[in-house]
């Protein structure tokens, strides 16, 4: 019968117009990453030793780590840098190191209006780390909880600094561990 294939289409038009919308209007509007997303690297502060071993193992020298000594025979980090303008996330860094400092995660401000601004040094990184530990129930990537210490640092930047990490962020939904 002519006419069956066109009503078909119209059903599914009809039934779209009622349910509800299932786009959002990003970047003003973001969903939650998954934790388990592995978007990007994430870099954590208080589990690096400045080794250097993530620089070594990276082959497009996109890691820059500069330290000096302390007196007590670790390693002060004077920098930690990620050029993730030329990152092709290879993950080899990932792999190098030996206290999981660097582990593959990720939330949404990975995306940049800018190309510069994928160049991180500690501080930018830190922040992405926390952001990550926040929305996380301050989980690592690999699964161990974030010591008490780091807990509380977060806590005390959330409070001073209230508002979203980025302009216009609203995230919509539950967190999707699991
Ligand atoms: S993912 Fe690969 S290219 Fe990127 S920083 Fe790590 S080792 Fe270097
Ligand atoms: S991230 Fe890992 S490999 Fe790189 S300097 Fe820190 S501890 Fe060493």
């Known amino acids: 019968m002519y006419g069956i294939g066109l009503l078909k289409g119209m059903v599914v038009t009809i039934k779209r117009m009622v349910m509800p919308v299932a786009t ?5 509007v973001t969903r939650p990453m998954s934790p388990r997303a592995r978007t990007n690297l994430l ?3 208080e589990r690096c030793t400045g080794c250097s071993t993530c620089a ?14 302390n007196a007590d025979g670790t390693l002060n980090k004077v920098r930690y840098e ?15 190191c030996p206290y ?10 990975d995306a940049v209006y800018e190309f510069d601004t994928m160049y991180k040094d500690k501080h930018a ?10 929305r996380n129930d301050f ?26 990490m980025s302009k216009g962020e609203r995230v919509v939904g539950a967190s999707t561990r699991g």
Request: proline content about 8%; glycine content about 6%; hydrophobic content about 40%.
């Open 100 to 109: 999981q400092a660097i582990q593959s995660g990720g939330v949404f401000e």
């Open 24 to 28: 959002i209007q990003f970047p003003e």
């Open 56 to 69: 070594q193992a990276c082959p497009d020298g996109c890691i820059l780590v500069e330290t000096s000594p």
């Open 125 to 134: 990184l830190t922040k992405l780390a926390h952001e990550h530990l926040r």
């Open 139 to 164: 989980t690592y990537p690999h699964g161990q909880v974030a010591p008490k210490e780091i807990i509380e640092l977060i806590a005390i930047d959330q409070r001073a600094h209230p508002e979203p």
């Open 43 to 45: 870099w954590f502060d």
């Open 82 to 96: 990620i050029d993730f303008r030329i990152c092709m996330y290879c993950g080899l860094c990932v792999e190098a």
